[in-house]
């Protein structure tokens, strides 16, 4: 079971949803913590449960028993950082063998702040908080499936920051509603046509390739999306205020704005943690931090060695762009071919991170060559043809529609008023609809 599922979004989630709505303020945090567990257990059951028990508990037991620098042992903390961080990955590696990717997200999660709250303490930024402080920080049931990656005086900020009113209710139900129509009525329908496409070694022409790469990038944003939006709505009606993590991914016009805005929060963890802005690195330096990073990223989403080679890949684009020697060259480009190169390179390290094994990804992109023609296969445009609605929404929602519609006069503002929540209606419509659908199907 995983969270797109009937009884989590309509029992787990809205309980303790309700708990945390009507606790007192100081309880409110722990009723979010033990909904974290409870989403942990029935998506991933007892082995879940138990790695983020180890993630979090091992994390604070590092903090905890780690040394100050001194005179004498001068490279004893970073030890200890060393040691506590490659903990976090050995577990993290775990629960991908045992979980599965889907299932992989929250462990992700508690790895990337553990290795920051190890990283600012060894630092003597950050003292050692509170056990229960920092179970609830890690296991909040409002960033756990989906994110955004917060440090821990991000997550202290927000607390204090609590305020309840009925322009964030309605705004963060809004959000709730817009989240479940991604993550249940685009994320998982393309993941069926993925995998259609995908397996069975199907992908013969270029357009058969260009439509495996569409749709698995497709699913990925959807599913990621999705789930970060319902966390930030459900945290939106409880009066916290958590970051946005998609910018129009769409709109970029390098490899570099193009990760700065699919994923916000983890491009500030990465300026916060592994590419610090006050050090200065070469081009290996760069290469290797962002390869690590990139490459563990990809061995998580991706299947066996494709995910690693998408990663460095991905890092070698990154290293590159970065450090060119002719930015000018590039820069007088027009911004509509810089939009479209990038995301042509985006797509094509989809060929990659969407195979099951190096030969399906040799075969794709052989077939991008058109070796065995353009047009779409037979079996592919079936497969198409029959999902055209959830493809057709999916590709028009990656551009900024909504900036589209008239705000500027009071007409604007009356058709927005009652375009929005028809909209939503259907939206939640149609995902309580398909939830029921795939629930009732054997």
Not at 56 to 74: A, G
Not at 81 to 88: C, D, R, S, V
Not at 172 to 199: D, E
Request: with cysteine.
């Amino acid at each position: 079971m995983n969270v797109a599922s009937l009884p989590v979004i309509l029992y787990v989630l809205p309980v303790f949803m309700l708990l945390a709505a009507f606790s007192h303020p100081h309880w409110k945090r722990d009723a979010l913590a033990l909904g974290g567990l409870c989403l942990v257990y029935v998506t991933g059951g007892y082995a879940a449960l138990i790695l983020l028990a180890l993630s979090v508990s091992l994390t604070w037991l590092t903090l905890r028993l780690s040394p100050r620098r001194s005179e004498r042992h001068p490279h004893r903390t970073e030890i200890w950082l060393y040691a506590g961080i490659g903990l976090q990955v050995l577990l993290l590696l775990l629960a991908r063998l045992l979980l599965g990717s889907q299932a992989v997200l929250p462990m992700l999660l508690c790895t990337l702040q553990g290795t920051e709250c190890l990283s600012s303490h060894a630092a003597h930024k950050l003292k050692t908080p509170p056990l229960h402080s920092f179970f609830c920080y890690q296991c909040d049931m409002t960033r756990l499936p989906g994110g955004p990656v917060l440090s821990f005086p991000q997550y202290e900020q927000a607390l204090a920051a609590r305020a309840v009113s009925r322009q964030k209710i309605g705004s963060g139900a809004s959000l709730c509603i817009r989240g479940l129509f991604q993550l249940i009525c685009l994320s998982l329908p393309l993941r069926t046509v993925h995998a259609q496409i995908a397996s069975g070694g199907y992908v013969q022409t270029a357009l058969d390739a260009a439509a495996m790469m569409l749709t698995f990038y497709l699913m990925l944003l959807y599913q990621l999306k999705g789930l970060a939006q319902i966390g930030q709505g459900l945290g939106r009606m409880l009066g916290y205020d958590l970051p946005d993590s998609f910018d129009t991914p769409v709109m970029a016009d390098s490899m570099q704005d193009f990760w700065a805005r699919f994923l916000i929060p983890m491009q500030q963890w990465t300026k916060r943690v592994l590419l610090l802005e006050d050090r200065t690195f070469d081009a290996a330096g760069y290469f290797a931090r962002t390869a690590l990073l990139f490459g563990g990223i990809g061995l998580l989403f991706g299947r066996g060695g494709c995910g690693m080679i998408w990663g460095v890949c991905t890092a070698v684009f990154l290293t590159a762009e970065r450090y060119r020697r002719q930015k000018r060259r590039f820069g007088q480009l027009p911004v509509t071919a810089r939009r479209i190169l990038t995301a042509a390179a985006v797509l094509l390290g989809m060929g990659t991170l969407g195979s099951d094994s190096l030969i399906d990804a040799f075969s794709c992109y052989r077939a991008l060559l058109c070796i065995n023609g353009i047009p779409l296969s037979d079996r592919i445009g079936y497969t198409l043809g029959t999902n055209w609605v959830p493809l057709c929404i999916a590709i028009a929602g990656l551009f900024p529609l909504r900036k589209l519609l008239p705000e500027e006069n009071a007409w604007g503002r009356r058709l927005c008023a009652v375009c929005q929540p028809a909209a939503e209606l259907v939206m939640l419509l149609f995902s309580y609809a398909e939830l029921l659908s795939r629930y009732l199907r054997p």
